[in-house]
Structures are given as structure tokens and as C-alpha cells.
């Protein structure tokens, strides 16, 4: 089934997540998403957070970087969490942004070696299986979780570059696109994770999470400019959802038929009245109903 969520980003302090989170659920918004940047704040205690001060509200964290994170430490607390709120927290892995990993002495020379190692690790550790991996990166001696969760959880891998989303599709369980993502890059990521897929001899689900900026109001548009520069976005990455609700509601469309599963808002990163934002995108949600 499609979704819409929201995304808190850290460039808002963390002593306003629960206010977000409270009110995205009031408003019948089905989904909140946090970050975890270097050096802002913790994608796991900000998620927990935002669990602990909603009732319905399902909390995504995208993503947690895998070089700063042993594949252990993450299957607990994943587990940890979904025993406490189960069905309702969604995780997603990534490389991380590599000058980042580089500044606390975590990079990697090949991502795509750690994401092969790490991701199927980490689906193993949380299916209460026995581990062992002595790979390049990842090194697991008898390693079983005694408290794994009780029901399925699905691992997301962020992917932009034709190899890692191809390598998404071999080994998680689906995708998170960042902001960026146009329909049509969307459509064809997803070609490129199905042919992962094939090659792997994977069947079944495999879900698309697309991050989408988006504004709301006659200036939206010119709004938003300012946000594409921020980010270092050129040509076709400068695409947001903007104007109306009707407007944001066809933009969100668009996404959908091509093939996201679920679709988070990001606003502006100095979003001047975030409540109102977060009312806006509610009244899409409801429009997508």
C-alpha cells in the first residue's frame, strides 16, 4: 500500500521532534522520517523518541551509516526497538556521506563490499539466526541475538549510483532514494534494482522510499530555489512538490506511478513555520486517501 510521511531533519533542533512527531500524527500523516548526520544528532534516540510520544505514527530512520556502526550493535538495538514498538519503526543502512566517515576515521575503501557484507548480516542477526562472517569488513564469530524481534523485519539500503542501487536490490529488503530523485530517475532506479534483483534469484517485495522536497503557497517554487542550492543540486535533481495541495497531491501521483512505494516530504532546512508545513502535508495525505 502507498504512504505518505514527512521528514524531520536535523537541521531543527531535537527538542522539537516530539512536538513534529505529535503533531504529523494528529494531522493523519501515516509516516515520520529522521536523519543521522554527522555531527547533528542520533538517528536511533531521535527514532525512539518519536515512537515513545505517538501512539500510530510509524517512525523511519534514513540512514544509519554503516561504517560508524558494528553490524551487531545495530541487529540489538533494531531488535530492541521493535520489541518495544512492534511494526512500527523502519530502518534504513547506507554508505554514509564518505568525507563524514573520513573525519572520525571510518571510511571505507570499497562501500560495496561493506553493504554486501554488511546487509545480509544484519537480515540474519534479526531473523534470530546464528552468524558467523569473516569478511573484509564485516567480522561475526557465533553471533546470535537472544532477544531478536518476534516478527519480520525489513532492512532498507540507500542507493543513488547505478551500482549500489543494483546492489540494493540483491541484498536488502528495499530502497531509500534521496531527495534529488525525479520521477523518472525513480523509474529508472527501480529498473536497476530489479535487475540486482534478478541476478540475485530474489523474488517478492522489495519497497522504494523516495525523499521529495516540498513547499507550499504561491512562492513555493521560488522558495525552493534557494534549498537546491543548499543541497548542490543541478538540472534534473531540482524537483520538488509545490504550490497547492492539489499541486503537491499530482506531484506525489507521479512518484507513486513510477514506482515509489512510499513518499516522505522534506521541507526547507530553515522551514519558517513548520507546524503549518506539516498541516499542509497532511491535508495532501488525506487528498491521497
Known amino acids: 500500500?502507498?504512504?505518505?510521511?514527512?521528514?524531520?531533519?536535523?537541521?531543527?533542533?531535537?527538542?522539537?521532534?516530539?512536538?513534529?512527531?505529535?503533531?504529523a500524527e494528529a494531522a493523519g500523516i501515516e509516516?515520520?522520517?529522521?536523519?543521522?548526520?554527522?555531527?547533528?544528532?542520533?538517528?536511533?534516540?531521535?527514532?525512539?523518541?518519536?515512537?515513545?510520544?505517538?501512539?500510530?505514527?510509524?517512525?523511519?530512520?534514513?540512514?544509519?551509516?554503516?561504517?560508524?556502526?558494528?553490524?551487531?550493535?545495530?541487529?540489538m538495538e533494531l531488535a530492541t526497538i521493535d520489541r518495544l514498538f512492534p511494526g512500527r519503526a523502519r530502518f534504513g543502512v547506507g554508505h554514509g556521506v564518505l568525507d563524514w566517515m573520513g573525519q572520525v576515521g571510518r571510511r571505507v575503501a570499497s562501500p560495496l563490499t561493506l553493504m554486501r557484507e554488511y546487509v545480509p548480516a544484519l537480515r540474519a542477526l534479526l531473523a534470530g539466526e546464528e552468524v558467523s562472517v569473516d569478511g573484509r569488513y564485516v567480522h561475526l564469530d557465533r553471533v546470535r541475538l537472544s532477544w531478536p524481534p518476534q516478527g519480520r523485519v525489513p532492512v532498507l539500503a540507500a542507493g543513488e549510483g547505478p551500482k549500489t542501487l543494483a546492489l540494493t536490490g540483491e541484498v536488502a529488503d528495499g530502497t531509500?532514494?534521496?531527495?534529488?530523485?525525479?520521477?523518472?530517475?525513480?523509474?529508472?532506479?527501480?529498473?536497476?534494482?530489479?535487475?540486482?534483483?534478478?541476478?540475485?534469484?530474489?523474488?517478492?517485495?522489495?519497497?522504494?522510499?523516495?525523499?521529495?522536497?516540498?513547499?507550499?503557497?504561491?512562492?513555493?517554487?521560488?522558495?525552493?530555489?534557494a534549498e537546491f542550492d543548499r543541497w548542490g543540486f543541478e538540472g534534473e535533481r531540482r524537483v520538488a512538490a509545490t504550490g497547492d495541495h492539489d499541486e503537491v497531491a499530482s506531484v506525489v501521483r507521479e512518484f507513486l506511478e513510477a514506482g515509489a512505494g512510499t513518499v516522505l516530504l522534506q521541507s526547507r532546512s530553515e522551514e519558517p513555520d513548520l507546524d503549518a508545513w506539516i498541516d499542509d502535508a497532511g491535508a495532501v495525505a488525506a487528498r491521497l486517501r
Open 1 to 23: 500500500m502507498a504512504s505518505l510521511g514527512i521528514i524531520f531533519q536535523p537541521s531543527f533542533p531535537p527538542e522539537r521532534l516530539r512536538g513534529v512527531a505529535q503533531r
Open 31 to 75: 509516516e515520520l522520517w529522521v536523519f543521522e548526520d554527522c555531527f547533528r544528532e542520533s538517528g536511533i534516540a531521535a527514532l525512539v523518541a518519536a515512537l515513545a510520544a505517538t501512539e500510530r505514527l510509524r517512525i523511519g530512520v534514513g540512514i544509519l551509516p554503516m561504517p560508524l556502526r558494528n553490524v551487531a550493535i545495530t541487529a
Open 176 to 225: 531509500v532514494l534521496t531527495t534529488g530523485t525525479s520521477p523518472a530517475m525513480t523509474r529508472d532506479a527501480l529498473q536497476r534494482i530489479r535487475d540486482g534483483r534478478d541476478a540475485a534469484g530474489r523474488d517478492g517485495e522489495h519497497e522504494v522510499v523516495v525523499f521529495v522536497n516540498a513547499g507550499f503557497g504561491p512562492t513555493a517554487a521560488t522558495d525552493m530555489e
